[in-house]
């Protein structure tokens, strides 16, 4: 896909990204152990009608991972999909109401080492739409380009002693978002956008989000 095809929030957007979803195999982790959880990625157009993901910074007072860069989302409840929890978190967290229509495919499952395997689900908001982030879970809610996926520094990899892994970031609004968010946006980009089947579950996550 062109970089200009995901420029703007239309439906031939939604056309190719679901046929990408559509082609992509995605891997699975199987149970072993870890809390199962599902993150949204949300797309819908900004005033500009540019194509948009909902990106969160998580509210300072919350007990785990305060302060962070994340997609809405959050533990998978006793007989609940990943795509039911993945509505029900943009719900609970934005104000995002969707039917189970609006999703579009599931990208590959990531394993934290803070004890979560999380499966993102790929929804498409075609109405217009206000967002009302909880104030006890989300400080700040984002609307950021597609495109901004597609800088040149995007995504950005280095070493630590602690693992033999790369850990990815990916700079956004003038911040560097880490694993296991940044791992999601990577391939948001290579398979959503694009339609590049790039795995994911191979990056590490810096130390300080381990616990």
Request: aromatic fraction near 6%.
């Amino acid at each position: 896909m062109a970089d200009q095809d995901a420029g703007r929030f239309d439906e031939a957007l939604r056309a190719r990204v679901r046929k990408n979803l559509a082609g992509f195999s995605r891997r699975p982790i199987a149970p072993d152990g870890r809390r199962p959880a599902a993150v949204a990625v949300a797309l819908l157009p900004d005033e500009e009608g540019r194509a948009c993901f909902l990106l969160t910074r998580r509210t300072a007072t919350l007990r785990a991972h305060a302060r962070q860069w994340a997609l809405p989302g959050g533990r998978i409840d006793a007989g609940e999909t990943a795509e039911g929890a993945a509505l029900r978190e943009l719900q609970e967290e934005v104000g995002l109401e969707l039917a189970a229509s609006s999703v579009l495919g599931l990208l590959d499952d990531y394993g934290t080492r803070s004890g979560f395997i999380i499966t993102p689900v790929v929804v498409w908001a075609a109405d217009p739409v206000e967002l009302a982030p909880n104030p006890a879970e989300v400080a700040h809610v984002y609307r950021v380009p597609l495109a901004e996926l597609d800088r040149p520094e995007v995504p950005r990899l280095i070493t630590i002693p602690e693992s033999d892994r790369p850990v990815i970031q990916v700079p956004l609004l003038s911040s560097l978002i880490h694993a296991p968010t940044a791992a999601v946006l990577y391939q948001i980009r290579e398979v959503v956008v694009h339609g590049r089947a790039t795995r994911v579950a191979h990056f590490e996550q810096p130390t300080w989000a381990w616990k």
